[in-house]
């Protein structure tokens, strides 16, 4: 009979940590499905979606943490074993815990990131100096898919310890650069209403910064600047892309004398070779030319 009630017990003990998991689960499908990323501005959404799965993962943990350690006391040979890890105590659980550090640490870290939530699920980051779009949030890393298709597996305590660039943090809208050199003779009023011109005809800019600076003034030539804006960073790349060639087809076609040139001045030396020693040779009358 007492195996039968041990048998109930273990099975009662897994019941209840599968329908915690499910509810779990279930509720965190609800949640996400009643918050649609698939609008134009989706960033409250996208907050919602991390936050939710964090704090599910890690109430998952719990109880599965929970469900087996309950089951394993059901077992008087783990009830002895526990009590002697707590009589022996120390030793054992100091190297229980140096062993358990990254699961626990990371553990910490997703709590964190999904309460204060430095990132988001499709956030566009800046790591390590690969730029791409977080695709995914698990229990201990976080995946990165870079812009040409490869996948950044980052450790979740890594953005707990590491500054990192968030480009999406409160909105997508972003500020590009375009940069150009051209001659010191080149006007610049053409080029700027032209610059305003490839702005306003471009589907990419979304209307609120359209600028063209000069920046620097070098030995042979000056620099432009051009700020454009877009709704997000990968329409604000292929407006700085097309900019840049709208511009350089603009100087080629009306300014090709203005580009950067590079000058040299010349002096004529020839008098002065007449000289030597700073007296000057008078030929000798006396002398024949016999060379013919």
Not at 38 to 49: F, G, P, Y
Not at 194 to 199: H, K, L, N, Y
Request: aromatic share 6%; charged share 20%; with cysteine.
């Amino acid at each position: 009979m007492s195996g039968v009630r041990h048998a109930n017990a273990l099975l009662l003990l897994t019941t209840l940590t599968w329908l915690g998991l499910r509810a779990v689960r279930g509720v965190a499908h609800g949640v996400i499905g009643f918050h649609s990323v698939d609008v134009e501005d989706n960033l409250h959404a996208r907050r919602i979606h991390t936050q939710t799965r964090m704090l599910a993962r890690t109430a998952m943990f719990t109880i599965v943490l929970a469900g087996l350690a309950l089951m394993l006391m059901t077992f008087p040979a783990a009830r002895q074993f526990g009590t002697s890890l707590l009589a022996s105590g120390g030793v054992v659980g100091l190297v229980v815990g140096i062993a358990a550090r990254p699961v626990f640490s990371n553990l910490i870290a997703g709590l964190q990131i999904a309460l204060a939530q430095p990132i988001r699920l499709d956030d566009v980051l800046i790591v390590e100096g690969e730029w791409g779009r977080v695709e995914e949030i698990t229990g201990t890393y976080v995946v990165l898919k870079i812009w040409d298709e490869r996948r950044l597996i980052i450790p979740l305590q890594w953005f707990i310890e590491n500054p990192f660039q968030n480009w999406t943090r409160s909105s997508a809208g972003i500020i590009g650069t375009v940069f150009l050199w051209v001659d010191y003779r080149m006007p610049i009023e053409p080029l700027r209403a032209e610059a305003q011109r490839i702005c306003e005809t471009s589907p990419d800019w979304d209307g609120r910064l359209c600028k063209l600076q000069v920046t620097e003034a070098g030995e042979g030539a000056i620099q432009l600047r051009l700020l454009v804006t877009s709704e997000n960073s990968g329409r604000n790349w292929d407006l700085r892309c097309s900019a840049r060639e709208a511009l350089v087809n603009f100087l080629q076609r009306e300014y090709p004398q203005h580009l950067p040139l590079i000058r040299a001045e010349l002096a004529d030396t020839r008098g002065e070779d007449r000289l030597a020693g700073g007296k000057n040779v008078q030929p000798d009358p006396t002398s024949r030319d016999t060379g013919g």
